[in-house]
């Protein structure tokens, strides 16, 4: 674990040392980008699928190098090239409304198609869209097809309006995986299905996700030894990535396990980009993704003002795990539909709102942040109802910030600077009267 010994304000904003997770995860993601960008010059087919509802566990059923466009614009959002390619995308006639995702995606093929490595994509041999309530995914998806002109599959994943899954839901969709998408795969990949081969990689899934579930429910302590947002966001990477189902998957997060009970142990706050974050004044849970372009500077805005955020909803966009679900060996294909049932992009309103005003009860939070992602639909509908009902069922105070994904022309530092410092002070006023009521 890093030793630091200045405080925060004395150090100039630098990389601080990093933990042996963070240098594991980047070591992974390397590797990742240099099997996917030498998949043709080594045979090896590719698949291209996105993070919400992704079946990781089934790819790799039939050796397919896994390449999520999300994960690129991410990529590429932080290392501040999204910019360029977003409005590459506008000039190519894509509405400034679009989710900046797929404008950050199409105008980076449009400019060479280049992974993180320098090297060019491959162009996928077959593309399996999960669908998961964000109706982008198939336009999207669609936009692809017509570049790559190659294999398409879509398993359809019916909206828990109702807030359950029914028997019903679950059988269409295992329906689907049988006669759709398992042959579709073996076909394109000439490898053979072994539901075998599907239950060692469940069960991988499985111990990293009680790993993850344990470092995440770390932040119900005080102080929180992590930050489950700014934090959260690097924690979830393998899980909701291409390494679900993998012993690299299982070794990241036992590290990771093992750090944060180190944290515990010794009373510390989450690490930040600066160090460690200093006395925990707020405790915080956040909806919505955050800004990838100014990713440091927004994680400031909250890590300066002792700021910690204890649960968000985010970090459940590839899959919710707190609540029990595990990926299971024994119904391997019944594990996947729910899995796909239950992420957050295709929960009901009233079921985000319950998750949310749990998450300040159980993880006892001063309050809600929502950043309102400009381009993202998805998110966004129904957040201002969202922000009443969870004020009003937890008497916590709720506020709205906004932003986008990977444009960097809508973050303006001064606005959201401006609403977090009012924020904190409704937290404080609130803090004060319920202890002046209780004198
Ligand atoms: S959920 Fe939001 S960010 Fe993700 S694809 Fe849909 S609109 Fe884009």
Same mark, same amino acid.
């Given at each position: 674990?890093?030793?630091?010994?200045?405080?925060?304000?004395?150090?100039?904003?630098?990389?601080?040392?990093?933990?042996?997770?963070?240098?594991?995860?980047?070591?992974?993601?390397?590797?990742?980008?240099?099997?996917?960008?030498?998949?043709?010059?080594?045979?090896?087919?590719?698949?291209?699928?996105?993070?919400?509802?992704?079946?990781?566990?089934?790819?790799?059923?039939?050796?397919?190098?896994?390449?999520?466009?999300?994960?690129?614009?991410?990529?590429?959002?932080?290392?501040?090239?999204?910019?360029?390619?977003?409005?590459?995308?506008?000039?190519?006639?894509?509405? &400034? @409304?679009?989710?900046? %995702? $797929?404008?950050?995606?199409?105008?980076?093929?449009?400019?060479?198609?280049? =992974?993180?490595? +320098?090297?060019?994509?491959?162009?996928?041999?077959?593309?399996?869209?999960?669908?998961?309530?964000?109706?982008?995914?198939?336009?999207?998806?669609?936009?692809?097809?017509?570049?790559?002109?190659?294999?398409?599959?879509?398993?359809?994943?019916?909206?828990?309006?109702?807030?359950?899954?029914?028997?019903?839901?679950?059988?269409?969709?295992?329906?689907?995986?049988?006669?759709?998408?398992?042959?579709?795969?073996?076909?394109?990949?000439?490898?053979?299905?072994?539901?075998?081969?599907?239950?060692?990689?469940?069960?991988?899934?499985?111990?990293? &996700? @009680?790993?993850?579930? %344990? $470092?995440?429910?770390?932040?119900?302590?005080?102080?929180?030894?992590?930050? =489950?947002?700014? +934090?959260?966001?690097?924690?979830?990477?393998?899980?909701?990535?291409?390494?679900?189902?993998?012993?690299?998957?299982?070794?990241?997060?036992?590290?990771?396990?093992?750090?944060?009970?180190?944290?515990?142990?010794?009373?510390?706050?989450?690490?930040?980009?600066?160090?460690?974050?200093?006395?925990?004044?707020?405790?915080?849970?956040?909806?919505?993704?955050?800004?990838?372009?100014?990713?440091?500077?927004?994680?400031?805005?909250?890590?300066?003002?002792?700021?910690?955020?204890?649960?968000?909803?985010?970090?459940?966009?590839?899959?919710?795990?707190?609540?029990?679900?595990?990926?299971?060996?024994?119904?391997?294909?019944?594990?996947?539909?729910?899995?796909?049932?239950?992420?957050?992009?295709?929960?009901?309103?009233?079921?985000?709102v319950d998750m949310l005003v749990d998450y300040v009860n159980e993880y006892e939070a001063d309050g809600l942040l929502i950043n309102s992602i400009k381009s993202c639909n998805s998110f966004s509908a129904g957040q201002l109802l969202i922000m009443r009902e969870v004020e009003k069922r937890t008497g916590k105070p709720a506020a709205f910030v906004e932003s986008d994904l990977v444009d960097p022309r809508y973050f303006s530092a001064a606005n959201?600077?401006?609403?977090?410092?009012?924020?904190?002070?409704?937290?404080?006023?609130?803090?004060?009267?319920?202890?002046?009521?209780?004198?």
């Open positions: 674990m890093t030793e630091i010994t200045t405080s925060r304000a004395e150090r100039p904003a630098k990389d601080a040392v990093k933990d042996e997770s963070m240098l594991k995860q980047k070591a992974m993601m390397a590797g990742h980008y240099d099997r996917l960008t030498s998949a043709t010059e080594r045979g090896e087919k590719v698949c291209a699928t996105f993070v919400p509802g992704n079946l990781n566990e089934l790819i790799m059923c039939f050796d397919f190098a896994n390449n999520l466009p999300e994960v690129n614009a991410i990529q590429n959002g932080l290392r501040k090239k999204s910019g360029r390619y977003v409005m590459e995308s506008e000039k190519l006639g894509h509405s &400034e @409304d679009v989710c900046t %995702y $797929v404008k950050s995606d199409i105008g980076m093929m449009a400019m060479g198609n280049l =992974a993180p490595n +320098g090297k060019p994509l491959p162009s996928p041999d077959v593309l399996l869209l999960s669908y998961t309530g964000c109706f982008t995914f198939m336009k999207w998806f669609e936009l692809l097809r017509e570049q790559y002109q190659c294999e398409t599959i879509m398993l359809h994943t019916p909206y828990e309006g109702d807030g359950w899954v029914t028997e019903n839901m679950r059988n269409y969709m295992v329906k689907q995986l049988k006669e759709e998408v398992i042959p579709k795969l073996e076909r394109v990949s000439g490898v053979k299905f072994d539901i075998d081969r599907l239950r060692e990689n469940l069960k991988r899934s499985a111990v990293a &996700e @009680d790993d993850l579930v %344990y $470092v995440l429910q770390s932040a119900k302590n005080k102080p929180s030894p992590i930050d =489950a947002y700014f +934090g959260g966001i690097y924690y979830i990477g393998p899980i909701f990535g291409a390494f679900r189902g993998t012993d690299d998957a299982i070794d990241y997060y036992r590290t990771l396990r093992a750090e944060v009970q180190d944290r515990l142990d010794n009373g510390r706050g989450p690490v930040t980009p600066e160090g460690d974050m200093g006395e925990e004044k707020y405790r915080l849970v956040t909806e919505g993704p955050p800004n990838y372009t100014s990713f440091r500077d927004f994680w400031k805005m909250f890590y300066d003002e002792g700021a910690v955020v204890v649960a968000s909803s985010y970090t459940k966009v590839g899959g919710v795990y707190d609540f029990g679900f595990r990926h299971d060996p024994e119904r391997p294909l019944e594990s996947l539909a729910e899995y796909c049932l239950g992420v957050y992009t295709n929960r009901s309103l009233p079921q985000r959201i600077k401006n609403r977090m410092e009012s924020y904190f002070q409704m937290v404080d006023q609130k803090r004060a009267g319920v202890k002046g009521a209780a004198a």
